[in-house]
């Protein structure tokens, strides 16, 4: 089993809608989370981190299941510059992150 | 404040050759972690350093080396370039006092021909 896994996508919505990605871990001892997108030819950047609790910037919500070692993101009002990779981030412990091979997302006009 | 950098942007080797590729982290930062990402993957981690040690590695032969100064900039050495080894190398900085946010450079592909 994969450390990390996603979703496969390409997941390819029309502007406005809702779209939803989801993230399974391996590892129940793994201490944080992320989301991170990628443009195309780009580095990746931090889009939220993730809380047990959830949590809410603008249109993107991020929740954690620690029971069921699940992530997910949702982004609402989907815009064109939604169009990107996103990537489940899992950080073992002592900064060992491993990364999801990322799910593309392509916003259609 | 600069963020993280990475030089050289793109390079073409050819099989057999050595690469350096180097990495100088966001101003503050003391944790400099390299990732290979293939086209169409998600990054894969190559190794980390911390006070000029590397702490911790990913599954990488040894061809994979590395280094980090006292200003903690750091190199990745690869030996013995094979074709798989063309990717996107990326270094991403970090405090290693927080199990957070990771900054990346804008990488440096490789090409091995």
């Known amino acids: 089993r994969k450390e990390v896994e996603q979703d496969p996508g390409p997941f390819n919505v029309p502007e406005g809608a809702t779209v939803a990605f989801n993230c399974t871990y391996s590892?129940?001892?793994?201490?944080?989370f992320f989301w991170y997108r990628q443009d195309c030819r780009k580095e990746p950047k931090l889009l939220m981190s993730v809380y047990s609790s959830g949590n809410e910037d603008g249109r993107f919500t991020a929740q954690l299941n620690r029971a069921s070692q699940y992530i997910s993101l949702l982004i609402r009002d989907s815009k064109l510059s939604d169009s990107a990779t996103y990537l489940c981030v899992v950080n073992g412990g002592y900064q060992k992150v491993t990364f999801g091979t990322g799910t593309k997302l392509q916003v259609i006009p | 404040d600069a963020g993280v950098t990475q030089s050289p942007t793109h390079l073409i080797k050819t099989r057999g050759q050595q690469v350096t590729l180097r990495c100088s982290p966001k101003?503050?930062?003391?944790?400099v972690s390299w990732y290979q990402q293939a086209l169409g993957q998600g990054p894969q981690f190559i190794f980390q350093?911390?006070?000029?040690?590397?702490?911790q590695r990913g599954n990488f032969p040894d061809r994979f080396s590395g280094h980090q100064f006292p200003n903690y900039s750091s190199e990745l050495n690869v030996n013995a370039l094979l074709l798989g080894d063309s990717a996107l190398y990326l270094c991403?900085?970090?405090?290693?006092?927080?199990?957070?946010?990771?900054?990346f450079g804008e990488g440096s592909r490789l090409t091995v021909l």
């Open positions: 590892n129940s001892a793994s201490q944080s």
């Open positions: 101003s503050g930062h003391d944790t």
């Open positions: 350093y911390y006070e000029e040690e590397e702490r």
């Open positions: 991403a900085s970090s405090l290693s006092s927080n199990t957070g946010e990771l900054f």
